[in-house]
């Protein structure tokens, strides 16, 4: 038997779209002429949920930008109503990039795994553009994609005062396991 892995979820989605489809990720985010071998990526980096941060499914430093990213999976018919995809946030997701930033400026002078995190990330991240993302899966099939009741306008949304750039991707039907909804990683 050949190993394969099977994922199921946002999070098996999001490390295929950073594996295998980093490329199509970075042209939806505008980064048309970046090479992907240039790109620094992050998956599922901690920041400690007790002090309200926790984890951002991915970060994406190219020359230009650093994106912060979320990213959503609203499989389920009930999420898609009417044709429309609706996507839950939970409030810690959208305060994680309120936060940050603050975070980064904070002076930790304990040695802790939140410290080691954040000064190797801030080393690595320097003084680029962060832009913050809602990277979604949906079906192409999708109208509008509305977000804790605010619809998607030019690929953009704000909630909290928080502004996310909207990015869908679409799985192809040659990245699933047959008919189920396990992705081939």
Not at 8 to 31: I, N, V
Not at 53 to 79: C, N, V
Not at 99 to 110: P, R, V
Request: aromatic share 10%.
């Amino acid at each position: 038997m050949k190993n394969k892995i099977l994922g199921y979820g946002e999070d098996s989605l999001t490390l295929w779209a950073l594996t295998k489809k980093l490329d199509t990720l970075l042209c939806l985010l505008g980064e048309t002429t970046v090479d992907k071998s240039e790109c620094l990526v992050f998956y599922r980096p901690s920041f400690g949920r007790a002090v309200g941060i926790g984890e951002f499914d991915f970060i994406i430093k190219t020359k230009r930008k650093t994106y912060f990213g979320e990213s959503k999976w609203p499989l389920s018919e009930k999420k898609r109503r009417e044709g429309n995809c609706v996507v839950t946030m939970k409030d810690c997701q959208i305060n994680r990039h309120k936060e940050f930033a603050k975070l980064q400026s904070k002076d930790y002078s304990e040695r802790s795994i939140l410290k080691a995190n954040l000064d190797f990330v801030k080393e690595k991240l320097d003084k680029t553009q962060q832009v913050n993302v809602l990277l979604i899966f949906t079906p192409k099939d999708s109208n509008k994609i509305v977000i804790k009741g605010e619809h998607v306008k030019n690929n953009k949304v704000v909630i909290h005062k928080v502004e996310f750039k909207v990015i869908c991707m679409y799985p192809d039907s040659d990245s699933f396991d047959g008919n189920s909804n396990f992705l081939n990683l």
